[in-house]
């Protein structure tokens, strides 16, 4: 136990880190908030993008910056894996919010294939457990697959962008897996 202890204190001194805490099975707050697809504003509401399907919120520091450019990028080049399973993604940002529209459109990062959202003052990130502990202005980058049933499907919380993508993709294959009736 004590190790335990010293480990999630040893965590908690390095900068930027943040602990997921919603966990599986945990209701996920509803939101609605600004967002850009291809460089086009709208607003994304999470209840209503429930309806057709699971749905992956990822967040992310700020646009444009190099691990938010991987990270974007990657989920750009599997959004047809995730629409073949059923599953919309978003991205959540509280960082370079006045860049969204740009970021959303930019050939070489979302390059138009999903929505960004706009998170000022990291109000929606907060609800989900997912700001930096020692900026908690900016989210952390923490990804979640929210099931139809508006509960959280799976979680995953590292700021190295590379494993987001594959983590969720994962999550969403499996929770497809759930719903598909034995034979």
Do not use: W
């Not at 004590?2 to 805490?21: E, F, Q, S, Y």
């Not at 707050?29 to 399907?53: E, I, M, N, R, V």
């Not at 099931?147 to 969403?172: C, S, T, Y």
């Amino acid at each position: 136990m004590r190790l335990h202890h010293t480990l999630l204190a040893a965590a908690l001194l390095v900068p930027g880190i943040a602990l997921a805490a919603l966990k599986p099975g945990t209701p996920a707050p509803a939101f609605s908030a600004p967002a850009f697809l291809a460089g086009q504003p709208f607003t994304f509401d999470l209840s209503a993008s429930l309806k057709t399907g699971p749905v992956v919120v990822y967040f992310f520091p700020a646009a444009f910056t190099p691990g938010c450019n991987a990270e974007a990028a990657a989920f750009s080049q599997a959004i047809d894996k995730f629409k073949a399973q059923g599953v919309s993604v978003i991205g959540v940002t509280a960082g370079n919010i006045d860049r969204l529209a740009e970021f959303s459109k930019d050939t070489e990062k979302c390059a138009g294939k999903f929505p960004v959202a706009a998170d000022p003052g990291a109000r929606i990130a907060k609800t989900y457990d997912a700001t930096m502990t020692l900026k908690p202005d900016l989210a952390s980058r923490t990804s979640y697959l929210i099931g139809q049933d508006g509960r959280i499907a799976a979680e995953f919380d590292a700021m190295n962008p590379n494993q987001h993508v594959k983590q969720m993709l994962d999550a969403a294959l499996a929770l497809k897996g759930k719903a598909t009736p034995a034979k």
